[in-house]
């Protein structure tokens, strides 16, 4: 366990770091321009006070929060990664297999439902609502992914279309259950190419995250098995 948690430390630094230049290099422009917008709106409102930390410290800020959260990440799926030794099948396989349930279940079905927003965007007085929201999508996304791996497990000896077919419905349903949910209760205030331009580098940073952290830890694995053999 205690190598496993390494491989996780080592796996999810690289997907965070990976995650994290690209952010800074591509969404982070976006940001600055979201934060000039709200900036603007609050000067127009009457609000003079400075941001508690500069925009080149919030960048630097962002690197070091995604690298983090990488690490924090790999750890879980390292875990998890242990629990699923006992299941025969390629390792490098099983790497990009976790590492898609993970991105399914932890960054799409939340982003699906409730995309992530720029500056400017949401009321402090609802923050606790829309917290509460996105966990309830986070859930929904971990039991659709477990049903999934359950199905897939269940059907293994049946035919490719048949088992496909079974998985891919219990992914639409997961997406589909989150829109019983209520919606986000704020406006939005934001131009619309700059919203989805943010939003999609959001996701776009997520998922560098799991494929960097996935694929490294693959590699762990089979190195240390090529060592052994």
């Known amino acids: 366990m205690l190598l496993a948690l390494r491989r996780g430390v080592v796996a ?41 930390f500069s925009r080149h410290t919030q960048h630097v800020g962002f690197v070091v929060a995604t690298l983090l959260t990488g690490v924090a990440l790999g750890v879980l799926y390292a875990v998890v990664a242990v629990l699923l030794e006992r299941v025969p099948g390629d390792p490098w396989r099983r790497a990009w297999q976790l590492g898609g349930a993970a991105f399914f279940a932890l960054t799409l079905v939340p982003f699906l439902r409730y995309p992530s927003n720029p500056p400017g965007v949401g009321d402090s007085a609802t923050i606790d609502q829309r ?14 992914a477990c049903t999934a791996a359950l199905v897939s497990r269940s059907l293994a000896d049946r035919a490719a279309p048949t088992r496909q077919l079974s998985i891919a419905g219990v ?3 997961t997406v589909a259950l989150t829109f019983v949910l209520p919606s986000d209760p704020d406006p939005l205030t934001v131009p619309a190419g700059l919203l989805w331009t943010f939003r999609l580098l959001s996701l776009g940073t997520l998922l560098l995250l799991w494929v960097g952290l996935s694929a490294t830890y693959g590699l762990l694995v089979l190195r240390a098995r090529r060592t052994a053999g």
Do not use: I, Q, W
Request: net charge negative.
């Open 171 to 173: 992914l639409v349903a």
């Open 131 to 144: 917290s509460r929201l996105y966990l309830v999508s986070l859930l929904v996304g971990l039991v659709g």
């Open 12 to 52: 999810g630094a690289v997907g965070g770091l990976l995650a994290g230049l690209f952010g800074f290099l591509l969404a982070e422009p976006v940001m600055d321009r979201a934060v000039r917008l709200e900036s603007a709106g609050r000067l127009v409102a009457g609000d003079h006070s400075a941001e508690a």
